[in-house]
């Protein structure tokens, strides 16, 4: 998930004055989250809540979408069958997400239509992760090592999310996003066996990813306004600096069997701390790219858009066969 990077709107945004009655339905809430309960679609909520999780879940499906185009582009040229087949199963994966995804916002009252919308017209925001370009063959071993192993560090805490289609969605979501990571590395790990070109463009690719994955948890703890409501809510479990710490501290050892050097000149074993110290972020970079300023920005949104255009007619035709299909029905009953 990509969702750590995302934002999230100010529960202040919610209307001040509450009744009596709706302090009584906002106590019950919290309380059925403060013991771990889960909140459902038929259940009341605030409406900051509900707000907050059609942003985030939507956000989300945004970034399994346009995550496909990075490593589709590559199906074409997989260096062998095999490796098109995996390729072609892993795209398809990322797009069941971002269905699983839409789906469990509009349970939300929030409909596909609109969420697609605000994806065209810029409103709404993906992982910044995916305004990158994919260069070469391990690019693609990368983006499922680090990326999407950096994606299962912020997305396992979220099959404890309070709300309960979010929750069920990841389960799948991670055990799929796991494959995928494996995948990755098992695809560096045969280029790492190769010839020295190989491994320089293994090493290459991951000198321009790593810092671009540790930009994915989200900006520091102190930096993240809205990070100690959305706990409370129990739409976020664990906090950005700690999933960033702990997805280093589990990378580094995979690093060094796989045989790359990590690039930060900063990156060592502190004992007393008993986890990895590392280098500061580019936060400059990782804003101007959230903002719509990275390198391939207007590419991605464009090619989401002509896919919807040009994808208009199948729409079409699938809900006039419904409506063909209901009419039917009704005449034969």
């Given at each position: 998930m990509y969702t750590q990077s995302l934002s999230i709107p100010d529960a202040a945004a919610a209307p001040p004055a509450k009744s009596v009655e709706s302090a009584h339905l906002v106590q019950k809430f919290q309380s059925r989250i403060d013991d771990d309960g889960r909140i459902e679609p038929q259940d009341w909520m605030p409406e900051a809540y509900r707000k907050t999780l059609v942003r985030q879940i939507s956000q989300h499906a945004h970034s399994e979408i346009v995550g496909m185009l990075p490593e589709g582009n590559w199906i074409s040229r997989a260096p062998s069958l095999k490796a098109k087949a995996i390729l072609i199963a892993k795209v398809q994966d990322e797009g069941g997400h971002g269905l699983y995804l839409y789906s469990a916002a509009e349970t939300l009252g929030s409909s596909r239509d609109e969420m697609l919308a605000a994806l065209h017209s810029g409103k709404a925001k993906y992982s910044s992760i995916f305004n990158y370009p994919a260069l070469n063959w391990a690019d693609v071993g990368v983006i499922g090592w680090l990326v999407d192993g950096a994606?299962?560090?912020?997305?396992?805490?979220?099959?404890?999310?309070?709300?309960?289609?979010?929750?069920?969605?990841?389960?799948?979501?991670?055990?799929?996003?796991?494959?995928?990571?494996?995948?990755?590395?098992?695809?560096?790990?045969?280029?790492?066996?190769?010839?020295?070109?190989?491994?320089?463009?293994?090493?290459?690719?991951?000198?321009?990813?790593?810092?671009?994955?540790?930009?994915?948890?989200?900006?520091?703890?102190?930096?993240?306004?809205?990070?100690?409501?959305?706990?409370?809510?129990?739409?976020?479990?664990?906090?950005?600096?700690?999933?960033?710490?702990?997805?280093?501290?589990?990378?580094?050892?995979?690093?060094?069997?796989?045989?790359?050097?990590?690039?930060?000149?900063?990156?060592?074993?502190?004992?007393?701390?008993?986890?990895?110290?590392?280098?500061?972020?580019?936060?400059?970079?990782?804003?101007?790219?959230?903002?719509?300023?990275?390198?391939?920005?207007?590419?991605?949104?464009?090619?989401?858009?002509?896919?919807?255009?040009?994808?208009?007619?199948?729409?079409?035709?699938?809900l006039a066969r419904a409506r063909k299909q209901a009419h039917t029905g009704k005449e034969a009953a």
């Open positions: 994606a299962i560090m912020n997305q396992i805490p979220l099959c404890r999310c309070s709300y309960g289609p979010y929750a069920r969605a990841m389960i799948r979501v991670c055990k799929e996003e796991s494959f995928h990571q494996r995948q990755g590395y098992a695809s560096l790990l045969t280029l790492m066996r190769g010839t020295q070109a190989q491994k320089d463009m293994v090493q290459d690719a991951v000198n321009r990813w790593w810092w671009k994955c540790l930009a994915m948890f989200g900006p520091p703890d102190s930096d993240s306004h809205h990070s100690a409501q959305a706990m409370k809510w129990g739409i976020k479990r664990i906090s950005n600096d700690d999933l960033r710490q702990k997805f280093i501290d589990a990378t580094v050892p995979q690093a060094e069997v796989l045989g790359v050097k990590l690039p930060d000149p900063d990156l060592k074993w502190n004992e007393a701390r008993g986890h990895y110290d590392f280098g500061p972020i580019d936060w400059d970079e990782f804003w101007q790219t959230v903002n719509g300023n990275g390198p391939l920005n207007k590419e991605r949104l464009a090619t989401r858009v002509r896919a919807s255009e040009e994808g208009a007619w199948v729409r079409e035709a699938a």
